[in-house]
Structure formats: C-alpha cells, structure tokens
C-alpha cells in the first residue's frame, strides 16, 4: 500500500477511535434518552418528510436507515454506528483539507474539528443532523464553492447534505453567504447565482415538507428569545471560540473546568488569528485561491476562510450567537426570528459551525507559520492542534459523564409496546408534555419517547414542560384539559375527553415529579393492562371504539371494512384550507380533532402529501440527471 493512502486511512482510524472513546459506554443496544436525543430499540419511519405534520422535519431522511432495523430491534445499533461514521468522517474530511500542513498537523486539526464541545454537545442532546452536516460540509466544499462550473455536482453534494434535515439545511442555508464571497471566478453573475440556486434547491428535500406541514397545521416556533446563549462575563467570547455555549445547560458537552476553557479559547483565537492573516499575506503573494478561481476547488478551506468570505463567516458564526450576551441585540435577535421563516435558525448558536469551517484550518496554519519562523517551536507547532483536541475533548472521554450511557429499558415497556402493536390505536401520554424528567435507569429530562418507541398515532402537547400552549394538534385541546384537571383536583371528565379523543390508550409512564396521576385503575372506562412502578398501560373502554385507519408511509389513509360515517382516527392535524379530504371535497373535523369519513366516500387522503411526495419524486429524477451530467463531464476532462 502507497504511504499516500495510509496517510488517508490514519484520520478515519484517529476518527474512528475518538468515538469509540467517546461513546465508549453506550456503545451497547440500549437506549440513549437524553433531552432532544431518542435513540430506541425500535424508530418509526420519518412520515413528517413528506408533509405529514405535526410537527416539521427534525429529523432527516438519514434516521429511516435506523427505521428499517426497528422490526428486529436494531434501530439503537444502527444509529449508534452511524454516530461512529459522521465523527470519522469529521475528522478524515478535515484532515483532507488541510494536508499542506503535514500529516500530523492536518491530522490534529481533523480531531479538533470533530471532537471540540460543539460537536461533542449536540452529540450528547442528540442533534445529529448537525454531526451529518460537519460530517459532510468538508468534502462538499468544493463543489460548494466551485458551484458556478459544475452546478450539477454542488446539487448532488447539496442533496446529500439535505438528508440530515432542517438541522443540516439550515447550516447549508447560512453558508450561502459565505459561498457566494468564496466564489471568486470570473463567471458573469447569472452563471454563479444559478451554481448557489442548485446548492438551495437541494434542501427542497426538507424545505417543501416543512413549510407544508407550517401551512397545514398553522406550526408556529417560538422564537429565540429562549435560546441565548449559556455563557456571561468576559470569558464568553473565548469560550464561544471553542464551541462552548449551548443554551441548555443541563445538557451538553461537559464543560471545561474553572478559567481552562477560556484560556484555550484565548489559544484558538490566536493561533487562528495569526494563520488567517499569514495566509492571506502568502495568498495575495503567491496568487492563491482568494485571486484565482480556478484555485477554490483544489484549496476550498482557503477560499472560504480568507477575505470578505472568511469575515462573513466569523459574523455568522461568532456574532450572531455572541447577539445574546447584550439585551439590546437579543431582543433584536429574537423578534427576527419570532418570524416565519427565521424561526428556523431560532438557536443561534447552531450556526458556531460555520465559524469553526474558518477556525481550525486557521489554527492549523498559525501552528505552521509559527514553526516556520520560530525553529525553537517547530516541535511544538507540529502537534499543536492535536495537543488542543485532546484537551477539549478529555473531559467527554467515556461517556460524557453519563450522558451517553446507555439505558436499560424496563421490561415493563415491552409489554406495553407488544400490547399497542397488537390492538393499534391513538395513545394518549400522562403526563402530555413534550418534555418531562422520565425515571428510565436514572432520571433524565428528555423529549417524550413514546411516540417512537411505540409507533403508532401518539397525542402529545406542544407544550415543553406545562401551563398554556397553542397545541399542534387539536386532539390535545381536548385531552390536554382534562388530564390537568384529574392531576389537580382529580376531575372526572378524564375518560369522556379520552373517548371524544378517539383515543384507545393512556400509557402513564414513571417521573421525576412522582405519581402525578394515582388511582387510575378505579376509574371507570379504564382498563388496567400493564401495572409496573415503571410504567402502566390503560385501555380506554366503553367508548365508540373508533374504527382505526390503516396508515401507509406515504400519508394516505385506506378504509379496511369501516361502517359508513364511523369515526377515524388520524396522525395529522386537520385544518379547514389544508387538511385531510374524502374524494375531492374538504372534510371538517368530528369531535376532539378526528376525522369523520363521509359514507360517499371509502378514503381520505392528505393533498399537502402528495404535493410533497411529487416534490421528493422531482428531486430524485433532478439527482438522476445531475450523476449523468456530472459524469459525462468528469469524462471529457478525464478525455
């Protein structure tokens, strides 16, 4: 084997290795509940892709590889492997970038891009779209930046990027800036904006679902004001320059202790500072990538770091975030993003990754240039990145102290699963929240799993923790009422609301805040089924016992035998412009937010979906025809 290709191998294995340490112990089938984060034995098939709501495309096509493995309960296996992949292939797409410097230094440089606390906190609240989009960004570079002459290329690269979600889309829509700058051939402007319209129309992929789902259901983020970030006083900026400051602080990477963090940030801040300015003094020299276009493809880390690009990189990724630290500028921040569609990128803090493209390939060349004039610290300057990765990342090693440590699920939450699946129907949560501090080996505060660990139609709040909501779905304006009552004053009305509901299970599972809903066994209308300290599992009985619908992944609902006029049961939210229909007409909503099938009709069906499904059908035969173009071309040059 040539030295070149061990070169090449050496960051995928240093990658590789690195999260193996990191998730070291939940490297296991069991589960990883953990804030935003569900990786599960079993995973539903992303439906929300294609324009069926609630709520909008967090999730990214990439979690139905993980989807196809529930039947045999392998969902957490794959997903975990695929976490291994993404940092390995972080770090091997860094290194790739930065192979001027030397193996060593390009190889520090890939471990400090995918092992610093950003990428390490959204590893351990579960954002992994933003693992797939640092993953992915260093090798689509560029294409990206070389847009304008191969348009077709930075589609396809751009698609790719779309299947991690709107967590990815959202970074690849802030970059647009910054490409655009990067960008600087000689091509009319037309030619360059038709490049950067591939690179968006890409992201169609999860903008069409979501802004449909948005439309349908009347979906409404809040805005940013909740989202500043976690950091204050004079060490924020230095601590920001590291990764640091995401806004939960209950969660994350495990920060640096006492006045560390802020000292290394002070040692990136120069490092990239000195080698940011020595490039661009080297670049103007030699006529480098920032003056020659034709360069940007072969040095794509140079062209986006220096000048007017690499500024607007450092704006989107350090000041926008950095917004929050002044009440002024948060206000400011987060009235924008109170606005459709700015509410997408809500968290600013996500956008640090745009930064970190221009920080550490600058840290690499200010470890360089240093070695270059100080013979002293050649040494030193030669490991200097990968001495400032291993002393980011010590503090996840193994874990992330404990948030990476796979649960055991209690046995009792089979029972409850087999029993669903069994006799499918709407199931209804207790307490309804979004997010509550579930008592799973340990107790951790984690969006509501049930609904994709079990699989099937789950009414849940919009609501975080509790109090007043505007609920996505209109079924929790019924339900949601009622379970507060009984949690309070122990109200009767709890089995009526479940019935208009529809639906036909409460699963009460174990909190933190301790049995906020006893003696549910002695209500009328509920049958106990599972009774665990864990968990319990009630059947709704005595009701209309609506018929259930079966649901196809594409988003239609097919009748099976229903009685005309029965009741059906539906995932989705109706709205009187948007929503659900039988044959051509619009179909209101029966009671507690369900669906009545006229008996004209044998189905229903969901035109936002199919809209959808039409658009995603475009995109793969666009991606068709842009892998031929783009390999007819690569074969004339090759000619």
Not at 340 to 353: C, G, I, T, V
Not at 370 to 389: F, N, S, Y
Not at 402 to 420: D, N, S
Request: net charge positive; hydrophobic share 50%.
């Amino acid at each position: 084997m040539r030295v070149q290709s061990i070169d090449r191998l050496v960051p995928w294995a240093a990658g590789t290795v690195g999260a193996l340490a990191v998730i070291g112990p939940g490297l296991n089938g069991r589960a990883w509940i953990n804030l935003d984060q569900s990786v599960l034995p079993h995973l539903p098939l992303p439906t929300v892709l294609l324009g069926v709501g609630p709520d909008i495309p967090r999730r990214g096509p990439f979690t139905a590889l993980a989807a196809l493995a529930s039947p045999w309960g392998g969902s957490a296996w794959v997903m975990k492997f695929m976490v291994i992949v993404l940092l390995a292939a972080a770090t091997a797409g860094m290194a790739r970038r930065l192979t001027s410097v030397g193996a060593v230094p390009a190889l520090g440089a890939g471990l400090l891009y995918a092992f610093g606390p950003y990428l390490m906190g959204r590893l351990a609240v579960g954002h992994l779209g933003v693992l797939w989009a640092a993953a992915i960004i260093p090798w689509a570079l560029p294409a990206l930046i070389s847009s304008a002459r191969s348009p077709a290329r930075a589609f396809l690269w751009s698609l790719l990027l779309a299947v991690g979600g709107y967590l990815a889309g959202t970074i690849v829509l802030a970059l647009i800036p910054v490409l655009v700058l990067a960008d600087r051939s000689r091509l009319p402007v037309l030619e360059r904006m038709r490049g950067i319209g591939a690179v968006v129309a890409a992201q169609f992929l999860w903008l069409v679902p979501g802004v449909t789902v948005a439309r349908a259901v009347g979906f409404d983020q809040p805005g940013g004001a909740g989202f500043r970030l976690a950091l204050s006083g004079w060490s924020a900026p230095a601590r920001l320059l590291i990764g640091e400051g995401y806004f939960q602080t209950e969660a994350g990477a495990v920060p640096l202790p006492g006045a560390w963090g802020a000292v290394l940030g002070v040692v990136v801040g120069l490092l990239a500072g000195l080698g940011l300015f020595a490039a661009r003094c080297s670049g103007s020299a030699q006529g480098g990538a920032e003056s020659d276009g034709e360069q940007a493809p072969r040095d794509a880390l140079r062209a986006l770091a220096l000048g007017w690009s690499g500024l607007a990189a450092m704006a989107i990724g350090l000041l926008v975030p950095l917004s929050g630290l002044f009440d002024v500028t948060a206000r400011l921040w987060s009235d924008i993003s109170d606005v459709q569609p700015f509410n997408l990128a809500r968290e600013p803090h996500r956008l640090f990754l745009v930064a970190w493209l221009v920080l550490v390939p600058g840290v690499a060349w200010g470890a360089q240039w240093l070695g270059r004039r100080l013979v002293v610290l050649e040494p030193l300057a030669q490991v200097a990145a990968l001495a400032l990765a291993l002393a980011l990342v010590a503090p996840q090693i193994w874990g992330m102290d404990g948030q990476l440590r796979g649960v055991e699920l209690p046995a009792a939450w089979t029972k409850v699963r087999a029993a669903v699946r069994a006799q499918p129907g709407t199931v209804a949560t207790a307490p309804q929240w979004s997010y509550a501090f579930y008592k799973v080996g340990d107790v951790r505060r984690s969006y509501n799993p049930w609904p994709d660990y079990l699989g099937v139609d789950t009414v849940i709040s919009s609501d975080a923790d509790k109090g007043p909501s505007r609920e996505s779905d209109p079924r929790m304006d019924t339900i949601g009422p009622a379970l507060d009552a009984y949690r309070t004053r122990r109200g009767a009305g709890l089995v009526p609301a479940l019935r208009t509901a529809g639906v036909r299970w409460l699963v009460v599972p174990a909190v933190a805040q301790g049995d906020l809903f006893p003696g549910l066994a002695q209500q009328g209308g509920l049958e106990p089924v599972v009774v665990d300290p864990s968990v319990s599992l009630y059947r709704v009985t005595g009701g209309s016992n609506p018929y259930q619908a079966k649901r196809l992944w594409w988003g239609l609902w097919l009748r099976t035998g229903a009685a005309p006029g029965d009741v059906v049961d539906r995932a989705v939210v109706d709205d009187s412009g948007n929503g659900w229909r039988a044959g051509v007409s619009g179909t209101p909503p029966g009671p507690g937010g369900r669906l009545v099938i006229p008996q004209e009709h044998g189905w229903v069906w969901f035109p936002p979906s199919v809209f959808t499904a039409i658009n995603q059908l475009v995109l793969l035969v666009v991606a068709l025809l842009s892998w031929r173009s783009f390999r007819s071309d690569r074969d004339i040059r090759a000619g």
